[in-house]
C-alpha cells in the first residue's frame, strides 16, 4: 500500500496542541507500518523548519524516530517540501533515510502516473509578486547567508512567530472554491499521460475526478492510500 499525508504542521499552536497533534500523528504512522510500501509527506510536516550546519529546530523526536524506524525497515518515505518547510538541508536524509525533493515530482507507482505537488507555488502565473516570494524564500544562497549572521534561537524563534501568522492569515476554509487553481492546473497539464494528481497545501480534503486534496491533521486526520489495483482512497478520521 502506497500512503499519501500532507500539512500536519508539527509544532504549531501551544504545547498541549503540539504534543496531542504529533502523537495522534505518530499513531497514525505505526498503524500503517505493518502495510506501507511507499509514504509520500506532502508537505507542511512541519510547521516551521529550518537547518544550520550543525542545528535543526528542537523537538519532534517522537515523529522522526518512528520515521527513522520506518525507513530503517525498508520502508519507502518520500518527502515533497511545502511552504512552511522548505528550507531543509541534509538532516532529514541522512539521519531519517527520507528521500527529499523541493519541486513537484512525477512517480510511477502501482501501475499508475502520479503528478505530487504541495500545490503552494502551482499555478502562480500572471503573479509576479507572488513569484518573486516564492524565488527569494526558496534561495539557497539567501538560505546559506541567513544562517551564517542570524543565530539560531533568533531565528528559528522568529520562524516560529512568522508561520504561526501565516496561519492565521490563512484560516482553514471549507469553500472548495479555493480548490479551483490547483484544480485547473491539473486540468490545463501539459501531460496527458498523468493519471493521477495529489496536493496538500489547501487543508481541505476532497477527491474530484483525478484529483486529491490531502487535508490536513488541525481539525482531525486525513490521508489518501493507493491500493495494488492502482485506486486511490482519500480517508478522513479521528484518532
Known amino acids: 500500500m502506497i500512503y499519501f499525508a500532507s500539512d500536519i504542521h508539527l509544532g504549531s499552536g501551544d504545547k498541549q496542541t503540539q504534543r496531542a497533534t504529533e502523537q495522534r500523528f505518530v499513531k497514525w504512522l505505526r498503524s500503517i507500518e505493518p502495510t506501507a510500501e511507499v509514504l509520500f509527506l506532502v508537505g507542511d510536516i512541519f510547521d516551521f523548519w529550518f537547518e544550520y550546519n550543525r542545528v535543526v529546530p528542537k523537538g519532534f ?25 522548505m528550507w531543509v538541508g541534509n538532516y532529514l536524509t541522512e539521519e531519517c533515510g527520507i528521500e527529499l525533493y523541493t519541486k513537484p515530482q512525477i512517480f510511477t ?3 499508475k502516473k502520479l503528478f505530487v505537488s504541495h500545490g503552494d507555488n502551482t499555478n502562480i502565473k ?22 551564517w549572521i542570524i543565530h539560531p534561537d533568533l531565528f528559528l524563534r522568529f520562524g516560529q512567530w512568522w508561520s504561526g501568522s501565516s496561519r492565521k492569515a490563512h484560516k482553514t476554509q471549507t469553500d472548495l472554491r479555493y480548490l479551483d487553481p490547483l484544480i485547473e ?7 496527458k499521460a498523468v493519471d493521477h494528481f495529489i496536493f496538500g497545501h489547501i487543508h481541505i480534503p476532497h477527491q474530484t475526478d483525478n484529483i486529491t486534496f490531502l487535508g490536513n491533521w ?9 491500493d495494488d489495483n492502482g485506486t486511490i482512497e ?3 478520521t479521528k484518532l
Open 61 to 85: 523526536v517522537r515523529t522522526l524516530a518512528q520515521i527513522a524506524h520506518m525507513t530503517d525497515s525498508g520502508i519507502r518515505v518520500i518527502m515533497l517540501t511545502g511552504n512552511h518547510d
Open 109 to 111: 507507482l502501482k501501475g
Open 126 to 147: 500572471g503573479q509576479p509578486m507572488l513569484k518573486l516570494i516564492n524565488a527569494i524564500f526558496r534561495s539557497k544562497c539567501l538560505r546559506v547567508i541567513t544562517s
Open 185 to 191: 492546473y491539473a486540468r490545463g497539464y501539459e501531460d
Open 218 to 226: 488541525a481539525e482531525g486526520c486525513s490521508w489518501a492510500e493507493l
Open 234 to 236: 482519500l480517508k478522513t
